[in-house]
């Protein structure tokens, strides 16, 4: 199959989620595969406050910030994904022409993860052990049934939450899973779009966005502030799966994707061994 592109739309709510969809759907249309893979943090935390549940986060050791999934949180991230954002996005790439499926990982166990029986997190300074997070680790892809989906013509559009081992229901990050989704397929590329210009050297400034941000093998990304760590944990994952590019760049231009994969954007490369 030709170079796959996987396309992840941030779910911050600057994101211009209408022109990504635009661009995905050129792609597509110009014969390239691709997939979107999407999170949603804006509808999630919009709903959470509709529904009077608390948006919290998780901030490791090494200062990579993860949400806290209980089980209201759970909730809500399910009813936010497959029925405000993922319906959004079909519908707008509906639009331009792209004959789009909306999958989370639980449709034919897309997506497998470990469940994390105890996260280690910094509260007020202090070391702690969260238990009832419901969130895991992705072990398993089901790639077979994306390249099936390619194969057809259609344009897959992928989000959390994952499978467990167990069987149950368990949030995962959503750049990680596009990550997991990309180094499945064998893509050439991971375009991770975000609400910033790509990794910034200086985070209060816009204009520091880095050429190139190398990232080492194992430990703590280079850069853990405006949600970025985690970004940068899921690059590392896709490259060391094989994946050839990983690029992190601004989903608020006008045509983020041809933008991008123009080169505005950060590069992540694997610091050499």
Known sequence: MRDILVVK????????????????????RGGRPVILAHGGSADIDGLAAR?????????????????????????????????????????????????AVGLTGLDAGLLVAARKTAHRAVVDGRR?????????????????LIATLLAAGLLP??????????????????????AAVAGAVGAGTLLLLTGAGGVLADRHDERSV???????????PPVVTGGMGIK?????????????????????????????????CTEVLLEEE
């Open 51 to 99: 529904l009077g549940v608390p948006s919290r986060r998780l901030v490791a050791p090494d200062g990579v910030s993860t949400r806290y999934t209980d089980e209201r949180t759970l909730e809500v991230v399910q009813l936010a994904l497959t029925g405000s954002a993922k319906p959004r996005l079909l519908a707008a790439l509906r639009a331009c022409g792209a004959d």
């Open 157 to 178: 559009v992928v989000s959390p939450p994952a499978v467990a081992e167990d069987g149950r229901v368990v949030n995962t990050d959503a750049d990680r899973a596009a």
């Open 9 to 28: 739309c941030g779910g911050n709510a600057a994101v211009r989620s209408q022109a990504i969809c635009a661009d995905v759907a050129a792609v597509h």
């Open 210 to 220: 880095l050429p190139v941000c190398r990232i080492p093998r194992e430990g703590a």
């Open 232 to 264: 940068l944990v899921a690059a590392r994952e896709a490259l060391l799966s094989g994946v050839q590019r990983v690029l992190i760049a601004d989903g608020r231009r006008p045509r983020p994707v041809q933008e991008a994969l123009a080169g505005a």
């Open 128 to 144: 702690v052990v969260v238990r009832d997070d419901h969130s895991g680790r992705i072990t398993a892809v089901n790639g077979d």
